[in-house]
């Protein structure tokens, strides 16, 4: 039979399945949509650890020493100049660079947590509950120092706007596992203030590849999807009526052409349809019990809020999607750290951990692997006068902590670590390009085999300079 | 060369051919699986050996020309030792035995090399002036390949074809019909000729060009805030209508500011050196930017003239080609005189002014010197007051710490400065202490020359408002310290040990001798266009082919270079670039050349056998369908629901776009505000190209950001599509707009529904369509009828209003047919 030659019954029939699935919850419809989008044949290159990814964004660079760093050993220096033997040339932006680098020791108490001893300050005391399921990498670095550019190659390998971002290269070579939504899709925080960091599309966009890949936004408003609604005054059976009739026109346009994009722009309206569907019932949290919400704190009722973010990232996991990418603003504290430090704490301690919890509760996370982290790190000096509650840090690329959890990587654990000062990588430096390589790795992707075309030249998310899978991450 | 055939080089069953073909055959296989290690990059190159050319190579004995079996390529090629073997097995790159064929055949009929394609001088291959030379290419081209050549496409088509890929508007009806029944032999050239007249067409050429200087209204990095330029797309509209010949035009926009003969008109031209990427980030260091910009043009040059992904070359030499860093840098350096700041806001620009607005302007200027002058006439009278006053005057102290702060306080300033005049004695002041001391008076006394004084207020309020409505543009201006550029390490701007370079043209390229001085921006302008380059030509070529063939002669119009493709028509492409410099680099000539040839006729329905013998249609024995670009989705849902404003030029506008799509910018926070009355009818063109947040519509069509050179747009279809032409208060608006024209046609529902099939296909529905439109349009009305409100609020989307005297339940169902036909693939499909 032509492919494309759909009886109009069938198509119907083929959404009626997928709507009357979805509202059955998740691996039967899993099941029922799998191989609707298969990625490339050449893939996985090996066994995946993972099949999903949450990315938590933190963007603006959370103050590593401050959240996991611990350097008890600063105190003794407070307020003395940072040796230039620690410093080394490092460039500051120019916020700071006409400023002596006076030392400000880490604000918080430490603690040493669960049975693995992971250093955890306390302004996040729920991560702390469940620091043996984390896995830390102390010794992350990177080539930026400017918000954009960093956050750029943070999760494009380039600092140059225009490159796949990570999300779109997984959802390019594997494919989706569910008909009803895209394979890469994107939740900003809405901030109960003004944000202070822009987030830019092109930081989930799909660069050369295909545009299918992009990340697509949900956004906390009538629409969680732009123009996901139908015009006021439009019933929704009308709509599958009109959509039919769209559907035997164009259908008599592909017969008569035989054009296979005429298929494909039937298939995206049917998609567009189930997606007026399965978006609004993915967003409506009235399902969720009472305890999960009391699981992600009572900011998990804040439509928007990065809690709810939360829970969202969890249900679009139980229905198979491959990529999810949380962005939280206003890690970057230049400023009165202690005060606004804990409130982005505040904002993302409980909900992050409980993430982890609930997909361990229901078996998700063992394939899903989650991340968490920001652009950069924030140096030792002081900003400003370095004792002042008022003082902040600066950007710092040369170090910064990250933590994953699930998804093959070892629980209970901590990668590397820096010098007493917090400033330089000591031990086992993972790059972004080899956080890159291993992400990529536990998703049975190889990244030096994992390449695009474009302009006459095979790009790969790690980019030319050499990039290793961090062996020492995996479980 | 022999015309090829991307079949036969490609297929791996394929024949060898008789003699091997350097740039053929033989450098694909090593560009691709070789030159990494073994190419241009001296810092990356194994074992010392380059396979690129041919005296190095046979310096470190990699063949014996002549001789297979002596010649270390071949042995290595299945040598039983992995650590032998080549390509290395890490490389992931593997040989077919037909490339290892390929390439012990070259060495045995001597191993000869030719430089790269694209580097050597166009060659006008034999061939018939006019249409009839591109049909003489092409068709050989299909001879070869035993295909023949399709039939015409009807009419109709070619009507809807033409508007399309000239105007980015569809044809009314009326004018195909016009063309339909016209028998004249000279029907179809005299239709392009009216549209190459049309304004619109520049209109249309303008959305290439803007594409890959990378044209937008905003700055790009971090605040991504606004800045003048749009007068530069304007002015790119105008070259193409009034056809400026191609150098001219790229003349005036690397070196507008430096030409003799450049004017205003050159000047705004210059922008184009302006419209790269810049920050107002706080915290941002000058020489990163600086790095920025610079490597930013480089590229931006590279992709629009050279077709060269001079990119590579930032941090090491190039891999494929033989760019180089030297190279790179030394191509930057050209634009070291570019006046502008590191970082931090660009200023407001030149004046873009007509010559009534500048006799008005200094109308106002010289109201303003009027009205100085009375005042100043006034002074004398108030001398005595002045002396009366200063008896009795003591200057208020002021703390040293406030004085500070007030610094910036004019009142406080001129009090500082008084104060020690006012301890002179009379006889001692200066005629500049004495200006003070009446300055001071005049302002601690605000009645004293009120009238005067006003009226230079009010004079310069009518001037400088009047100037702020004059639109104003950046442009380049020389600057008069010219910035060094160093050969940075790795690209790392921090690195200040690398070599001081001049501006110089790529070493690799034909080029002629500066006897005595430094090349500037305006040799390297006209170096672009000039016979010698072998580039640029050929790049513009391959750019217009893709316009009107959906492909490009060479698939990659931003790649001429190792890794792009030797075109497999390349004596076309030769062609036309030397027909477009010996025509004086005429682009209508060539648009005329091309459009009225039969290959561009011909139909773009395929028989399966022809889909299978040449799947992409790269040797063009029919026509190739395509998607309309963004900005023509848009302006043909305007068009044929009646709304269009087809006004050319003017401030970009801002059509409804979803509430908050904008809550993430910052640097400030802004509110979109939609425009109001024509502007929201506006071509896609002219739509407000925020880089961070384009437009969510023209994004979902594959409109780039426009944040680099972008030379080939995409063509995704995704379901972000449907859902903009359905919801999307512009298509909803349209569609009403347009379901309330045909329902106020004459006839019954058939009759209107006819109408409204021509509207948007330009031909007429067959049975079959006409039944299944006519379902939609009478089960909406049954629906509707049932549920009237509905049909009221459906009426309520967009400015425009819905017509007073229409029944709402008719109007609702017509608007879900128009619909339907605005959503149909034949309707944003060109074919």
Redesign the interface.
């Known amino acids: 039979m032509d492919p494309f030659r759909l009886h109009r019954r069938t198509f119907v029939q083929q959404a009626g399945l997928s709507l009357g699935a979805m509202a059955f919850g998740t691996l039967a419809a899993r099941a029922a949509a799998a191989a609707q989008k298969p990625g490339l044949p050449a893939l996985p290159h090996h066994a995946a650890k993972a099949r999903r990814v949450i990315f938590l964004t933190q963007s603006g660079g959370p103050s590593q020493i401050e959240l996991f760093d611990h350097k008890p050993g600063l105190t003794k220096f407070a307020g003395t100049e940072l040796p230039e033997s620690v410093r080394r040339g490092q ?1 500051l ?3 700071t ?1 006409n400023q002596r680098q006076l030392i400000k020791p880490g604000a918080t108490q430490f603690e040493r947590c669960g049975k693995s001893g992971a250093t955890i300050g306390e302004w996040l005391p729920r991560l702390r509950k469940i620091a043996d399921d984390l896995c830390f990498i102390k010794s992350m670095h990177t080539d930026q120092i ?3 550019p960093a956050m750029t190659q943070f999760l494009t390998g380039n600092q ?3 490159r796949p971002s990570i999300g779109a290269w997984a959802s390019y070579g594997l494919g989706s596992e569910n008909k009803d939504l ?1 394979d890469y899709l994107v939740l ?1 925080s809405r901030m109960q203030r ?9 930081y989930w ?1 799909s660069g ?1 590849l ?3 890949h992009q990340g ?1 936004k949900l ?1 906390s ?3 969680p ?11 929704r059976g ?1 709509r599958r ?2 959509l039919d ?2 559907a ?3 259908r ?2 592909l017969e ?4 296979p ?2 298929a ?3 298939r ?2 049917e ?3 189930r ?1 007026q569907a399965s978006v609004p019932e993915l967003t409506d949290l009235s399902d969720e019990p009472d305890e999960v919400f009391e699981l992600y704190g009572p900011d998990s009722r804040r439509p928007g809020s990065y809690a709810a973010n939360c829970i969202l990232a969890r249900r679009l996991i139980e229905r198979g999607v491959r990529f999810v990418q949380l962005f939280h ?1 206003d890690w970057d504290h230049h400023s009165r750290l202690t005060s606004w430090c804990t409130a982005r704490c505040r904002d993302t301690d409980q909900p992050s951990a409980a993430l982890v919890t609930d997909l361990k509760r229901r078996g998700l996370l063992d394939d899903t692997l989650v991340v968490w982290g920001g652009e950069f790190g924030r140096g030792v000096a002081g900003q400003g006068k370095w004792d002042s509650p008022e003082a902040g840090r600066d ?1 710092h690329p040369r170090c910064f902590t990250m933590w994953m959890a699930g998804g093959g990587v070892k629980a209970g654990h901590t990668h590397g670590s820096t010098d007493d000062f917090s400033y330089n990588v000591a031990t086992d430096p993972v790059h972004v390009r080899d956080l890159h390589a291993t992400v990529l790795h536990l998703l049975g992707v190889d990244h ?2 994992l390449t695009y075309r474009h ?3 095979d790009f790969r998310l790690t980019g030319v300079e050499p990039a290793k899978v961090v062996k020492g991450l995996l479980g | 060369m022999p015309l090829l055939s991307l079949f036969l080089a490609a297929s791996t069953a394929a024949p060898l051919p008789d003699k091997v073909d350097f740039n053929r055959d033989v450098r694909p296989i090593l560009s691709e699986n070789c030159f990494y290690c073994h190419g241009p990059d001296a810092s990356h190159r194994k074992a010392k050996l380059r396979l690129d050319l041919r005296d190095a190579a046979l310096a470190k004995e990699a063949f014996v020309p002549g001789k297979v079996e002596e010649s270390e390529l071949s042995l290595r090629l299945d040598a039983e030792d992995p650590e032998e073997r080549m390509p290395p097995a890490d490389s992931h790159k593997k040989l077919d035995d037909r490339q290892k064929a390929i390439l012990r055949k070259w060495i045995a009929q001597g191993a000869e090399y030719r430089q790269h394609w694209s580097y050597e001088p166009p060659v006008k291959p034999d061939a018939p002036a006019g249409s009839e030379g591109v049909d003489h290419l092409v068709e050989a081209g299909l001879k070869q390949l035993g295909l023949t050549p399709g039939p015409e496409a009807d009419r109709r088509t070619l009507a809807r074809r033409l508007h399309l890929d000239l105007l980015g508007l569809p044809p009314t009806p009326e004018e195909v019909d016009a063309f339909v029944q016209d028998a004249s032999p000279d029907a179809y050239a005299r239709l392009v000729e009216r549209l190459l007249a049309s304004p619109h067409y520049g209109e249309r050429m303008a959305v290439t060009w803007l594409d890959v200087v990378r044209f937008a209204d905003t700055i790009g990095y971090h605040s991504d805030t606004p800045r003048n330029v749009w007068p530069y797309r304007d002015w790119v509209i105008r070259s193409f209508n009034d056809n400026k010949p191609f150098d001219r035009f790229t003349l005036e926009q690397v070196a507008g500011d430096l030409l003799p003969d450049g004017g205003r008109e050159a000047l705004i031209g210059s922008g184009f050196n302006r419209l790269l990427l810049t920050t107002e980030e706080g915290g941002a260091q000058a020489k990163d930017y600086q790095q920025r910009m610079l490597t930013d043009r480089v590229r931006a040059v590279g992709a629009a003239w050279l077709g060269q992904t001079t990119g590579c070359a930032q941090c090491h030499d190039h891999k494929f080609d033989p760019i180089s860093m030297r190279d790179f840098y030394s191509l930057g350096a050209f634009f070291a005189d570019v006046h502008e700041p590191d970082i931090g806001k660009r200023e407001e620009g030149v004046l873009v002014s007509t010559p009534e607005q500048d006799a008005r302007l200094a109308e106002l200027a010289a109201a303003v010197t009027q009205a100085r002058k009375r005042l100043e006439s006034a002074y004398p009278s108030l001398t005595a007051a002045i002396q009366s006053w200063e008896k009795d005057f003591t200057a208020p102290e002021t703390p040293a710490k406030k004085a500070k702060a007030k610094r910036k306080d004019p009142d406080a300033k001129l009090a500082a400065q008084a104060a020690p005049i006012l301890k002179k004695p009379a006889d001692k002041r200066t005629a500049a202490d004495k200006a003070v001391l009446r300055n001071y008076y005049l302002s601690l006394h605000p009645e004293a020359l009120k009238a005067e004084r006003n009226a230079v207020v009010t004079a310069q309020k009518s001037h400088d408002a009047f100037r702020a409505s004059i639109p104003k543009t950046l442009v380049t201006t020389k600057a008069a310290k010219t910035r060094t550029v160093r050969i940075l390490p790795r690209g790392n701007w921090m690195d200040e040990s690398g070599e001081i370079v001049k501006a110089a043209l790529p070493h690799y390229l034909p080029q002629p001798k500066f006897e005595g001085r430094e090349p500037n921006r305006l040799d390297l302008a006209q170096w672009l266009v000039s016979r010698e380059n072998p580039l640029t030509a050929r790049v513009t070529m391959n750019r217009l082919w893709m316009q009107f063939f959906g492909t490009a002669l060479s698939k990659n119009p931003g790649d001429l270079g190792a890794q792009g493709e030797l075109p497999p028509n390349l004596p076309l492409l030769d062609w036309l670039a030397v027909e477009f410099m010996d025509g004086s680099w005429d682009l209508k000539r060539m648009v005329r050349i091309v459009v009225n040839s039969r290959a561009y006729r011909r139909a773009s329905t395929a028989t399966p056998a022809q889909r299978e013998a040449d799947p992409y249609n790269r040797a063009l024995a029919r026509q190739t369908p395509f998607r309309l670009d963004a900005e023509f989705v848009r302006d043909n849902a305007l068009a044929v629901s009646g709304l269009l404003v087809p006004k050319v030029g003017g401030p970009s506008v801002k059509p409804y776009q979803p509430e908050r799509y904008w809550e993430n910018l910052n640097f400030p926070v802004r509110e979109y505000m939609h425009d109001q009355g024509e502007a929201q009818h506006r071509r896609g063109l002219y739509v407000w190209w925020q880089r961070t947040f384009l437009h969510p519509s023209l994004l979902a069509f594959d409109a780039p950001s426009r944040e680099e050179s972008c030379t080939e747009r995409t063509r995704s279809n995704i379901p972000q599509q449907a859902l903009v032409l359905l919801n999307d208060p512009t298509y909803v608006e349209a569609a009403r707009a347009f379901g309330a024209a045909a329902s106020a046609q004459a006839g019954d529902d058939d009759a209107r529904l006819r109408w409204a099939w021509r509207r948007a296909l330009q031909r007429e529905p067959d049975a079959t369509e006409l039944g299944t439109l006519r379902k939609v349009l009478t089960d909406r009305r049954a629906a509707y009828r049932a549920d009237p409100e509905s049909a009221k609020k459906l009426l309520q989307v967009g400015l425009t209003p819905a017509p007073k005297e229409s029944d709402p339940v008719e109007l609702a169902a017509w608007t879900h047919a128009a619909r339907v036909l605005l959503n149909l693939h034949e309707t944003v499909t060109r074919d």
């Open positions: 460039r932006t120019t916020m660079s400017n918000h954009a140059i706007p225009g895209p900003l003004p944000s202070d960091q822009p987030l830019y599309d092109h966009g050369f295909p545009s299918s697509v956004r408003a009538k629409d999807v732009l123009y996901l609604r139908d015009p006021e005054g439009l019933p009308l009526e009109m009739g769209l035997e026109l164009n008599g346009t008569r052409t035989g054009d994009e005429v494909t722009r039937i995206q309206y998609m567009a349809f997606m603003p950007h030096e085999r302009q006459g030249l």
